[in-house]
């Protein structure tokens, strides 16, 4: 297939932010082909030259695009509820330039051929980049370990069991010490399976509408034996969507004693609480389950303390026979992707922290922790790049979604905060800016996602 570069663009008159340099204030930014090749107060003394395509950005935000780190797309195997084409479409009209997909596809993603199958497609599809995560275990069983040589060579960035935690303790020394002679991470899904047998949290409110609870302890007991386990292996460990003020503790802690170990969170788990099961809305119904709003404020002090270090979409996406049923038998999971920065802009809306504060923990962060090329404005780096105004109001209305599926726990929720433009390696992906300069004509770029480092 013949590839058509992308030109000279120069986005202007824009409040630039760069999360990873501090950088926030007036500025313009200069692509060419796939890259950056200017960030500055002013790119041109008097008119831009003939070749380049000027984009007036009405003062509105730039900034790198963002990475979502916990990402269930479905294909292959469940295309129903969500495709790669339609998880794109969705992330780019959400700013996300880059995704990585968890490995509880069908067939499963712990061999090679599914995902190079995954990482084939995204590159076709052209929309977001799309890497993936290996399966620690065979089967996602928690008994044997997957070939994670073979996964890593492949370009699995780090290693998860996705929505189970691996309960045997043995199984999960191994794979520390396994993923640690690749420098690579392990990814967990922090809940002890036989506790976590209810369908919302413990409580009070679980008693009065008679649902069986699952108790905060599921996930502080699985944290408490991983981070010794972590010690005692020297492993890279990562704890994925926490959601109490025991397990901010306990990361605290083990940040403290020099461990290896970082964790994130999904706006599910800052922007609501358990109140929002009320009525058996089945659409609320998550893994981790939502808790009390005296955790809800602590994972905010944990956002604003540092010791979370990313915020991820945490998108699952269910068709609507999933979730329509009664609550007890509906399916977990909420549909992200759409609702990642508005939500998280509630965070700078309310005061807690700042915007550039905001959005490292959505783009320079997560990038770093699996050590990709991404998440920054700077020379040299590849033009992924969003345009957003920070303070357009918008109501979700999960029935607009692109995703497939529309089971948003924000469904009906006021917000702030609107994608106008995304960019991935210098071409236009999404573009609802009013009066907007001509879109790039370039031809997507069938291109390999670089290996982590």
């Known amino acids: 297939m013949s590839v058509a570069t992308p030109g000279r663009v120069a986005y202007i008159n824009a409040r630039v932010l760069d999360p990873a ?16 090749v200017d960030v500055a107060r002013k790119l041109f003394d008097g008119h831009p030259p003939a070749d380049v395509e000027v984009v007036d950005c009405g003062g509105m935000c730039l900034a790198p695009g963002l990475v979502d780190t916990r990402v269930q797309l479905r294909e292959p195997g469940e295309e129903h509820k969500e495709s790669l084409k339609s998880a794109g479409e969705a992330a780019v009209a959400a700013g996300v330039t880059t ?8 067939p ?12 084939r497609r995204a590159r076709l599809l052209a929309l977001t980049k799309v890497y993936c995560y290996g399966a620690i275990t065979k089967g996602l069983q928690g008994k044997e370990l997957a070939e994670m040589g073979l996964l890593a060579e492949a370009g699995a960035l780090a290693f998860t069991d996705a929505t189970r935690a691996v309960a045997d303790a043995q199984v999960m020394r191994r794979a520390l010490q396994y993923a640690a002679t690749f420098g690579l991470m392990i990814i967990q899904h922090p809940e002890e399976p036989t506790l976590a047998t209810g369908v919302m949290n413990s ?8 649902l069986a609870g699952i108790p905060r302890e599921a996930e502080i007991i699985m944290l408490e034996r991983d981070i010794r386990l972590v010690a005692m292996t020297d492993g890279r460990y990562h704890a994925a969507h926490i959601s109490t003020a025991d397990s901010v ?6 940040k403290a004693d020099g461990l290896k170990v970082s964790c994130d969170t999904a706006p599910f788990y800052f922007a609501l609480n358990e109140l929002a099961v009320t009525d058996y809305r089945t659409f609320a119904k998550l893994s981790p389950p939502l808790r009390a709003e005296n955790d809800r404020r602590a994972i905010v002090e944990g956002l604003k303390s540092g010791v979370i270090d990313a915020i ?8 609507s026979d999933s979730k329509r049923l009664p609550f007890p038998q509906a399916a977990f999971g909420g549909s992200g992707l759409e609702t990642l920065l508005a939500v998280s802009l509630d965070l700078y809306h309310n005061g807690d922290m700042s915007l550039l504060e905001v959005l490292r923990r959505l783009t320079s962060a997560p990038a770093d922790l699996l050590g990709l090329e991404a998440g920054r404005l700077a020379k040299g780096r590849k033009a992924d790049l969003t345009i957003f105004d920070p303070d357009q109001g918008w109501k979700v209305i999960a029935d607009k979604f692109k995703s497939k599926s529309k089971n948003s726990p924000f469904d009906g929720r006021p917000v702030q905060g609107r994608v106008l433009r995304t960019v991935v390696d210098g071409r236009v992906v999404f573009n609802a800016m009013p009066h907007a300069a001509k879109e790039s004509t370039a031809s997507p770029v069938n291109r390999t996602p670089a290996k982590a480092r």
């Open 21 to 36: 340099t501090g950088r926030d204030g007036p500025g313009e930014v200069l692509t060419s082909g796939e890259e950056i």
């Open 99 to 106: 995704m990585v997909c968890l490995p509880n596809t069908n």
């Open 108 to 119: 499963i993603m712990d061999d090679e051929p599914t995902l190079e199958f995954v990482a």
């Open 203 to 210: 409580g009070e409110l679980a008693t009065r509408m008679g």
């Open 249 to 254: 503790e306990i990361i605290a802690r083990a």
């Open 312 to 319: 991820a979409s945490d998108h699952a996406p269910q068709d």
